[in-house]
T-cell receptor
Framework: TQLLEQSPQFLSIQEGENLTVYCNSS?????LQWYRQEPGEGPVLLVT?????EVKKLKRLTFQFGDARKDSSLHITAAQPGDTGLYLC???????????FGSGTRLLVRP | DVKVTQSSRYLVKRTGEKVFLECVQD?????MFWYRQDPGLGLRLIYFSYDVKMKEKGDIPEGYSVSREKKERFSLILESASTNQTSMYLCASSLSIGGIRETQYFGPGTRLLVL
């Protein structure tokens, strides 16, 4: 069974600080996605990484896929209150249409 | 604009009731999914459908069934609701099978409370 573990589970930081969220597995994934979910809404895709070692940037967010395609990280620079939400990583499992989700990291950015 | 809608945002039901959760997508997507989301457990797949009238069990299908009579509509049925089915239910759709870059588009969720 493929599992994804996210850390930390909760993060409360001051506006302007930097943070990193980790997504780890003992399994290899063909691709990995990051979603953000705001209160009362469904998750929204932020990025998909496919190649081992790949780095993608989305404004102040930097996503990295591990060389062995078993782990990923999300780094936010100069966090803003609008970054508050639940961040979920999801890996494409044995069946490409089935995603395996991590347990999520709940981020609160205080003004 | 891509849209997945769910019939209710909040539902309160009694133990033993039959519950229907409806999901509609307007993107002509082949795949549709039902997840439940519980704190600390992430999203767990209940059922998915890759075509009309086709369905496959996900990781936690017990106590649930599904129906997909039309391409745009995917229903989740709780035959006899129990308190351990209190949860947030999320519907999603994606374009087609086979793409590792597939995006799943989610509805806003239905928060179900079973008393």
């Amino acid at each position: 069974t493929q599992l994804l573990e996210q850390s930390p589970q909760f993060l409360s930081i001051q506006e302007g600080e930097n943070l990193t969220v980790y997504c780890n597995s003992s399994s290899v994934f063909s691709s990995l996605q990051w979603y953000r979910q705001e209160p009362g809404e469904g998750p929204v895709l932020l990025v998909t990484v496919v190649t081992g070692g790949e780095v993608k940037k989305l404004k102040r967010l930097t996503f990295q896929f591990g060389d062995a395609r078993k782990d990923s990280s999300l780094h936010i620079t100069a966090a803003q209150p609008g970054d508050t939400g639940l961040y979920l990583c999801a890996g494409a499992g044995d069946s490409s249409y089935k995603l395996i989700f991590g347990s999520g990291t709940r981020l609160l950015v205080r003004p | 604009d891509v849209k997945v809608t769910q019939s209710s945002r909040y539902l309160v039901k009694r133990t033993g009731e039959k519950v229907f959760l409806e999901c509609v997508q307007d993107m002509d997507h082949e795949n549709m999914f039902w997840y439940r989301q519980d704190p600390g457990l992430g999203l767990r797949l209940i059922y998915f459908s890759y075509d009309v009238k086709m369905k496959e069990k996900g990781d936690i299908p017990e106590g649930y069934s599904v129906s997909r009579e039309k391409k745009e509509r995917f229903s989740l049925i709780l035959e006899s609701a129990s308190t351990n089915q209190t949860s947030m239910y999320l519907c999603a759709s994606s374009l087609s099978i086979g793409g590792i870059r597939e995006t799943q588009y989610f509805g806003p969720g239905t928060r179900l409370l079973v008393l």
